[in-house]
T-cell receptor, first 113, second 111 residues
Framework: NAGVTQTPKFQVLKTGQSMTLQCAQD?????MYWYRQDPGMGLRLIYY???????DKGEVPNGYNVSRLNKREFSLRLESAAPSQTSVYFC????????????FGPGTRLTVT | GENVEQHPSTLSVQEGDSAVIKCTYS??????FPWYKQELGKGPQLIIDIRSNVGEKKDQRIAVTLNKTAKHFSLHITETQPEDSAVYFC??????????FGAGTQVVVTP
C-alpha cells in the first residue's frame, strides 16, 4: 500500500516550457487535491476533484490545468511555466463525505528559470 | 472564505519542555481541524485532528483543544524530544468543502 505517490520528485523548467505532474493513490479515495507550498505561506489549494469526473478551482488556479484521469490518478499541468510557479507541489487525497483525513504525497520540487 | 492564522511562526524549546501552537479561524461553520507535521523534504503527515463536536483530544504526548466560541484551536506537545523538531501546520475544513492552512510553525527542540 504505497499511499499517495507523485512523479517526478524534482524538475527544472525554462520559462514557457510545459510539463505535467503526476499523482496516484491506492487507497480508493474519492477526493484528490493539488496544493503548492511556498515559504511562509503554508499550503494553498490549486485545484481539487471531489469525485471522479469532477474538478474545481481552488485558491490559486491561474496557469494550471488538471485532469482526473480515473479514480486513482489526478494530474496537474503547467502549459507555459513562469518563474512565479517555482514551488513545491503536493498532491493529497481523502475518502470524502464525512471522512476528512487527508493524506499527502512526498511532493514535487519545481524550479522555473 | 476561511482564513486561518497560526502563531508563533518559530518556536524553540528545551528537550522535555512543552510546546504550544495556536490557530484561529474565521468561518464559524468549519467543522474539522487537523494538525500536520512536516519533516524536511517530506509531505505533511496528519498527527492529530479534532471535530467541532469535541473540545479536546489526546494521543500520547500530543493533544489538541478547540474553543468554538472563540474560534481557536491549539496543539500541545508535552515532554518534547529532538524528533519533534519539524514544521507544524494547522488547518480548518470550511463550509466550502476546502481545507485552509495556517502558515506553519517551525519547532526546534534543543537537547
Amino acid at each position: 500500500n504505497a499511499g499517495v505517490t507523485q512523479t517526478p520528485k524534482f524538475q527544472v523548467l525554462k520559462t514557457g516550457q510545459s510539463m505535467t505532474l503526476q499523482c496516484a493513490q491506492d487507497m480508493n479515495h474519492n477526493s484528490m487535491y493539488w496544493y503548492r507550498q511556498d515559504p511562509g505561506m503554508g499550503l494553498r489549494l490549486i485545484y481539487y476533484s471531489a469525485s471522479e469526473g469532477t474538478t474545481d478551482k481552488g485558491e490559486v488556479p491561474n496557469g494550471y490545468n488538471v485532469s482526473r484521469l480515473n479514480k486513482r490518478e489526478f494530474s496537474l499541468r503547467l502549459e507555459s511555466a513562469a518563474p512565479s510557479q517555482t514551488s513545491v507541489y503536493f498532491c493529497a487525497s481523502r475518502l470524502g463525505q464525512a471522512e476528512y483525513e487527508q493524506y499527502f504525497g512526498p511532493g514535487t520540487r519545481l524550479t522555473v528559470t | 472564505g476561511e482564513n486561518v492564522e497560526q502563531h508563533p511562526s518559530t518556536l524553540s524549546v528545551q528537550e522535555g519542555d512543552s510546546a504550544v501552537i495556536k490557530c484561529t479561524y474565521s468561518d464559524s461553520a468549519s467543522n474539522y481541524f487537523p494538525w500536520y507535521k512536516q519533516e524536511l523534504g517530506k509531505g505533511p503527515q496528519l498527527i492529530i485532528d479534532i471535530r467541532s463536536n469535541v473540545g479536546e483530544k489526546k494521543d500520547q504526548r500530543i493533544a489538541v483543544t478547540l474553543n468554538k466560541t472563540a474560534k481557536h484551536f491549539s496543539l500541545h506537545i508535552t515532554e518534547t524530544q529532538p524528533e519533534d523538531s519539524a514544521v507544524y501546520f494547522c488547518a480548518a475544513y470550511d463550509s466550502w468543502g476546502k481545507f485552509q492552512f495556517g502558515a506553519g510553525t517551525q519547532v526546534v527542540v534543543t537537547p
